[in-house]
């Protein structure tokens, strides 16, 4: 089992920034690639971004692309996402996930998910 724990979500300007980290526990967090998903009201889960295990690859969703960026520290178990420029559609539930093969890209082949935090982007 791997237990994942999103923070940094919150209340933001359009333009502005966040950082959302996503603690894990568990099993040995380098075993995993990670990624992020958000989902708004309405709407299906999309994939924003991921990252395999090194880090050495990544990977964005086509409207995140060019403003956040997904990185990892296996060293404290956390996978952090960047997010720049933020819009009002940026507004969703975001959550980590943690998958042990698959593609990055593809909500079916994690394993393990967060919570979510909630990140509202105001205009």
């Known amino acids: 089992q791997v237990q994942l724990v999103e923070s940094g979500g919150g209340l933001v300007q359009a333009g502005g920034s966040l950082r959302l980290s996503c603690a894990a526990s568990?099993?040995?967090?380098?075993?995993?690639?990670m990624g992020w998903f958000r989902q708004a009201p309405e709407k299906g889960r999309e994939f924003v971004a991921g990252?395999?295990?090194?880090?050495?690859?990544?990977a964005y969703g086509d409207s995140v692309k060019g403003r956040f960026t997904i990185s990892r520290d296996n060293a404290k178990n956390t996978v952090y996402l960047q997010m720049n420029s933020l819009k009002p559609e940026d507004t969703a539930v975001y959550s980590c996930?943690?998958?042990?093969?698959?593609?990055?890209?593809?909500?079916?082949?994690?394993?393990?998910w967060g919570q979510g935090t909630q990140v509202t982007v105001s205009s």
């Open positions: 990252i395999t295990r090194s880090g050495s690859n990544t």
């Open positions: 568990g099993r040995t967090f380098s075993n995993y690639f």
């Open positions: 996930a943690a998958g042990r093969s698959g593609r990055l890209w593809d909500r079916r082949d994690y394993d393990y």
